[in-house]
């Protein structure tokens, strides 16, 4: 699995609450660009989350 840093998480941007929308913003777009590479989207049934 790719490892990615804390700043490209969270990163501050227009707005007061941008590390709150940022942050999971990048977070999902990470884990998709990893769904795609690894394996088919389709092939995805459930997602848990901790």
Known sequence: ?????????????????SSH???????ASAFIRIIKRERSIDEVKEVFVE
């Not at 929308?21 to 977070?27: D, E, I, R, V």
């Open 1 to 17: 699995m790719e490892s990615i840093s804390v700043f490209e998480i969270i990163k501050v941007g227009i707005g007061p609450s």
């Open 21 to 27: 929308t940022m942050g999971p913003w990048n977070a």
